[in-house]
């Protein structure tokens, strides 16, 4: 596919401003485009903050935190910077895609933060000041991550075109990254990246002044880091994208670095009060780009992830109340509103400022932010009411004052957008843009594109159109700042109880048919399935059960032992003899223990298995029947069917599909019972079938007793109390840090929840933990079930994960106890 931020350039625009120069007798029609007019309280702002500050969780990368409120997203890229010796697994996705893009992440990063420094009682006084404190904090924590050393910065992780050409969810992506498809690249003493290093700079000084009243440890953190990156950019100078060449077909500096290094030094000066930073920032303003063949500072453009200048204007105007820092930022707001002299930015016919036909929302979202920041800095009337009825009506227009009258931000408002460019919320099992056709999630709070410079207001929402309906960090970071501004004016009520998770669909399933049935066998091909969603996740302890009765096979005198259960064909690990269920009702279990099932392809999300039920051929006819078979009810031997008949069991508890019967047996047998062979391969083929055969196999049978035996009883699993067994590992460790994976295998009776404790050798501390609750004290860790994991079948397993710090040696746990009683632990 083409890449989504291929055309998120100012090319385009550059050359259309060279051009305009030689055509200002004309440009005065722009004039008689209407302007909206600010529409106050039009709108629930408070809601609109909320779920704008949302978007960002379902963004995170890495280990997923316990506050995160996406009910649809789960751990991610957890070996992300293992290449390097470093944990780069957080951090944010960029847009639709799952590169982590240093530059605008870092961009956005300080738009945000700009908005709580400017307007922290809106975040108070809303109840968002904890949910932005979360999020800059997860994303501060990866740039500290990030730069492992003063002048290092890893600015990327995955590679641009690979990652684009899969369309699946987050959750999953590390098992189609079999090529090593995502290396952190870094700048450094040998190739340094000014503008990078700069907007880092920027965003964790802007974000320590966020932190500064809360968390003033954590706020000197940040500008120790900001003091470290400024220095390094300030001295080995060049432009990221030259060093991170994939990067230049994404995200290249476009205006180069002298606008970071303005920006970074005002925010330092911001952060500390120190006046060499100020002073750095004025001396360095000179290098800032002008308009072509002029001095003028830049004026036709706008503050964006690649250019910080208009910010620039107004942040020295307000800090030094100098002439020309008003007189440049007014110029700029001018061209964006009434024009300035002649020359104006292009609006549509219902009122949105359209600067570019790529993201032309967040172009325009920006500026409002900035607008507003200005307007209340200023004292002229005039001045002041046209930038901040601007900045309302913009706003407003994005949430539903437009043509269309519908919303353009995900899940607020009316008819708002739905299929996204976004491939985990689309979630396909798939990889595929088309499958499903409708969007699985609601990306609740996202900001699209929007109609695009030349489209006037029209819009579709339509998945494949990256240009109008991506989404992307930046695109909502000044537009929730402007939010934070609006909500602080004219007011709005968050939702109680946001959000509400959201209710799982279908994720797991069987499709069957008959492939050949006789008077003494039946043969089936049954079809495993994950389009797991919520969150899309590898199972490898998958099985589904087909459930036969055998009535007429006991009333013609035959026993247990004179049935076989073989296969022909079989993507699975193996297939049981024949299980006692209850009367006459057995089952097959066809297990698929160890293989990796997932929503990432045709191939990877289902598995088919080819199994036969059969009796002897020198047996006399039976009168088999599958008419009174719980599981063929439904199929033909045409197509395969979607049945709710052949039960589908995660680690032994059912997960989808109906079992015969009211009181259904829970144990799940392990091996086939002796009195029932079992032939056939249980090992996977190497190729991919398409539809099984339709004829039947040939088989050489196995011939079995020609008079009737006693029938056994059902063999029951001996279970053994207290018995278990841990294994645990680290897959990945860096100098200070670690991630840890511990699996428990029950081999005792069933437990409806689960304690595990352990005492570490050395001076590990779990920081973060996935998929179950921790406590600990000094050494002594203890880790308690989910509340959806705690049913743990016998000879079920479960797994959870963490993250860790240590110093010294990271030696592993002795021994563990589940319950109280020992475990067996497993190298």
Not at 74 to 89: F, I, K, T
Not at 281 to 300: C, M, V
Not at 448 to 457: E, F, I, L, M
């Amino acid at each position: 596919m083409i890449s989504p931020h291929l055309h998120r350039t100012r090319r385009s625009v550059r050359i259309a401003a060279a051009l305009i120069t030689s055509l200002l007798l004309l440009t005065s029609i722009v004039a008689l485009v209407p302007r909206t007019q600010a529409v106050p309280g039009t709108y629930n702002y408070g809601q609109a903050l909320q779920k704008s500050l949302l978007f960002y969780e379902a963004q995170q990368a890495g280990p997923k935190p316990a506050w995160n409120r996406v009910s649809w997203r789960g751990d991610s890229v957890l070996n992300d910077g293992a290449d390097v010796g470093l944990n780069l697994s957080g951090g944010w996705f960029d847009a639709g895609d799952h590169v982590k893009f240093g530059f605008p992440m870092a961009a956005s990063t300080t738009m945000l933060a700009w908005g709580a420094v400017e307007y922290r009682d809106a975040y108070v006084q809303s109840g968002q000041l904890d949910a932005l404190l979360n999020n800059l904090r997860f994303v501060n924590n990866y740039f500290i991550n990030a730069h492992p050393a003063p002048n290092v910065l890893y600015g990327q992780v995955g590679i641009g075109s690979k990652d684009h050409a899969f369309w699946g969810p987050a959750e999953i992506i590390h098992l189609d990254d079999q090529a090593g498809n995502r290396p952190a690249f870094k700048i450094d003493a040998s190739c340094g990246g000014s503008d990078l290093a700069g907007e880092t700079a920027a965003a964790m000084a802007a974000s320590s002044m966020v932190f500064r009243s809360s968390d003033p440890a954590y706020a000197d953190t940040l500008v120790s880091h900001a003091r470290q990156l400024y220095a390094f950019a300030d001295t080995v100078r060049g432009k990221y994208s030259d060093c991170i060449t994939d990067a230049s077909a994404f995200y290249n500096s476009w205006s180069g670095y002298n606008d970071e290094l303005v920006w970074g030094a005002i925010w330092l000066y911001r952060a500390t009060g120190e006046a060499a930073y100020l002073a750095k920032a004025e001396s360095y303003y000179a290098n800032l780009g002008t308009e072509p063949q002029t001095t003028t500072k830049s004026y036709r453009w706008t503050i964006a992830w690649d250019d910080k200048s208009y910010g620039c204007y107004v942040l020295l105007a307000k800090l030094t109340g100098k002439a020309q820092y008003k007189q440049d930022a007014e110029r700029w707001l001018d061209f964006w509103t009434v024009g300035y002299q002649g020359d104006r930015i292009t609006y549509s016919a219902g009122g949105l400022a359209q600067l570019d036909t790529w993201g032309a929302l967040r172009y325009a979202a920006n500026t409002s932010f900035v607008a507003l920041v200005y307007s209340d800095f200023i004292t002229d009337p005039t001045l002041k009411a046209r930038y901040h009825d601007f900045a309302v009506s913009q706003i407003n227009y994005m949430l539903g004052s437009n043509p269309r009258n519908s919303s353009y931000m995900v899940g607020f408002g009316s008819n708002p957008p739905l299929n996204v460019h976004h491939r985990t919320s689309h979630g396909s099992w798939a990889d595929s843009i088309s499958t499903p056709a409708n969007q699985r999630h609601v990306l609740v709070g996202a900001l699209v594109g929007g109609p695009g410079k030349g489209s006037g207001d029209t819009y579709s929402d339509s998945r494949s159109d990256y240009v109008a309906n991506e989404v992307a960090t930046d695109y909502n970071a000044g537009f929730t700042s402007a939010l934070a501004r609006l909500y602080q004016e004219y007011g709005g009520t968050p939702l109680a109880n946001f959000p509400v998770p959201e209710t799982p669909g279908e994720e797991f399933f069987v499709e069957a048919k008959v492939n050949a049935s006789g008077p003494r066998f039946v043969e089936i091909s049954g079809v495993l399935n994950n389009h797991s969603a919520w969150p899309a996740r590898n199972s490898t302890h998958l099985s589904y059960r087909y459930f036969v009765d055998l009535s007429e096979v006991f009333a013609a005198g035959y026993s247990l032992s004179n049935l076989t259960v073989s296969t022909a064909y079989n993507q699975g690990s193996g297939i049981s003899g024949l299980q006692h269920w209850s009367g006459n009702i057995y089952y097959v279990e066809v297990s698929f223990n160890g293989v990796n099932v997932y929503p990432g392809g045709q191939s990877e999300s289902r598995k088919e298995v080819q199994f036969r039920i059969s009796l002897p051929t020198n047996t006399n006819n039976p009168d088999w029947s599958n008419a009174n078979d719980w599981s063929f009810a439904g199929l033909n031997s045409a197509d395969r069917v979607k049945t709710t008949r052949i039960p589908v069991y995660d680690s032994g508890v059912k997960v989808y599909g109906d079992e015969p019967g009211s009181n259904p047996v829970t144990a799940t047998p392990t091996t086939p019972p002796t009195n029932t062979p079992t032939t056939g391969p249980t090992s996977t083929p190497t190729r991919t079938p398409t539809p099984g055969p339709t004829s039947t196999p040939t088989r050489t049978p196995t011939p079995g007793p020609t008079s009737t035996p006693t029938l056994p009883p059902p063999a029951t699993p001996t279970a053994q109390p207290g018995g278990c067994s841990v294994k645990y590992s680290i897959p990945n460790q860096w100098p200070d840090g670690f991630l840890g994976d511990v699996t428990i295998t029950n081999n005792g009776p069933a437990r409806s929840s689960w304690s595990l404790t352990w005492t570490f050798p050395g001076n590990q501390q779990i920081t973060n933990l996935w998929n179950g609750v921790v406590s600990q004290s000094g050494q002594n860790v203890t880790v308690t079930n989910a509340a959806w994991n705690g049913n743990l079948p016998s000879g079920g397993t479960v797994n959870f994960g963490f993250q860790g710090t240590f110093s010294g040696t990271n030696a592993k746990p002795a021994s563990f106890k589940l319950n109280g009683s020992a475990c067996t632990v497993i190298p």
